[in-house]
Each structure stands twice: as C-alpha cells, then as structure tokens.
C-alpha cells in the first residue's frame, strides 16, 4: 500500500492494480487530451513541489489539485514516484540541451570564465528549470532504486559535458582526476543553483547571482584550483 487513501479505493474496484516495481509510466499518451492530463499533473506535482518536501505529497492530493480523479492519475502513473521520474527525465532533457546550446556558441579561443559565466546565466534564470521545486525533486531521487540509477545517468551525462567544456579551453584534466574534478564542480554548480532558485523574490538576488558567478569562475578552471 503506497498512500493511505488509495487501499479503500482500490478494494472497491474502482482503480486499476499499480505496480510496485517500477516508476514508469503506465502508458505514453498519445492524443492530444491525454497528453494535456500528463502535462497537468506533472505541472501540479512541481508546483506542489514548490510548496514543500516530496515525503508530504500522495497521489489523492495531486489528482485533487488537478481537478482530475485518482483513476485518471493512475492511468498514466502507478505511483508519485513515477511521476518524479517524469519530471526529472524532462529536467533534465533541458538541462543538457541548455548546456550544448550555450557550449556551441564557444570556440575555445574565449576565456574560460566567460563560458561559465554564461552556464550559470543560462540555468540560474529560467525558473522552468530552476525553482525550488526543481531542489526538492532531486533531493526525492534517493526513494527508489530506479530514481536512483535515472540520477546517477544524470550526472555521467553533466560530467561528460563539464569535463568537455574545460578541455575546449585547453584545460588538462588528468584522467584519474576527470570524475572527481566533475563531481566538487557539478555539486558547487548545484549548491548555486539552489541558491538562486531560493532567493527568486529576495532584492539581493542579483547579489546572489554575481557570487554564484563568481563561484563558478574559479571551480570550472583546473588551472586556478592547482594553484
């Protein structure tokens, strides 16, 4: 039993069996209604999510905040944990695809700083990618050994393209230093991620935001790290 609502429901055979073992979804919609209905409860999740920890929603609360029935969720969804799997997949989607769109505009003969200047600019001020919400589902990503293994694909897929952008430049990572060089710069390019999307309304946000700048500068080069 996933959520405390759910086992009064399912006993009366009203809703569909969900499966345990997996946080996929149920079915890929396919006409336009349905695949509005998906973006409508993946929409509602993150704005929920906006609102507090991942451990306080259940599937009856975002269905009632959708203004769908629980049945309607379960047909795309087995479980809340699917619908995180959805949401991170496509985070991360336009994570990676902000990352090459910013990394071509870059040939190399640039400074370094300039390229991560523009990494942080690009990701820190779209909230489509970066709001509280976005913090408190990767912080969800330890509940299920699937949300696990999509997170850890995650960052192979960060690393591979932080690692690249500093080699662009010139940089020389050795080899045995490659993994965890991407793993203290992805996780300080994520703490001023966070930050950002935290201080969203505060009037020192643009102050925030050139420290993060700054941050960044000094951790994507190599060079300024060994000396």
């Known amino acids: 039993m ?49 609102e507090g920890p991942a451990d306080r929603i259940t599937t009856n609360e975002i269905a009632k905040r959708a203004g ?24 991360l989607e336009q994570t990676v ?4 769109e910013t990394g071509e505009k870059f040939d190399g003969s640039e400074r370094l ?21 976005h913090w408190q589902l990767l912080r969800a990503m ?15 897929d960060v690393f591979k393209r932080i690692v690249g952008f500093q080699e662009k430049f010139g940089r020389t ?14 996780h300080v390019t994520v703490g001023c991620l966070a930050a950002a999307a935290q201080v969203a309304s505060h009037p020192e946000r643009e102050a925030v935001l050139k420290w993060g700048r700054k941050v960044m500068r000094q951790v994507y080069d190599i060079d300024s790290l060994n000396t």
Request: charged share 30%; glycine share 4%; hydrophobic share 35%.
């Open 173 to 186: 990572i050795q080899p045995e230093q490659a993994e965890v060089l991407a793993t203290l710069q992805h």
């Open 2 to 50: 996933l959520e405390g609502q759910v086992s009064d429901e399912r006993g009366s055979g009203r809703l569909p069996a969900i499966a345990k073992n997996t946080v996929e979804k149920r079915k890929a919609a396919q006409q336009e209604r349905s695949k509005a209905k998906v973006r409508l409860i993946l929409d509602t999740t993150l704005a929920m999510l906006n």
């Open 142 to 156: 330890g509940s299920t050994k699937e949300l696990v293994a999509l997170e850890t694909r995650q960052q192979k």
């Open 113 to 133: 700083e300039e390229l991560s200047d523009a990494v942080f600019d690009c990701l820190s001020r779209d909230d489509t990618i970066n709001s509280p919400g």
């Open 97 to 100: 695809r902000l990352l090459d």
């Open 68 to 91: 769908i029935s629980i049945g309607s969720l379960y047909q795309f969804f087995p479980k809340k944990e699917a619908i995180f799997y959805e949401l991170f997949s496509q985070w």
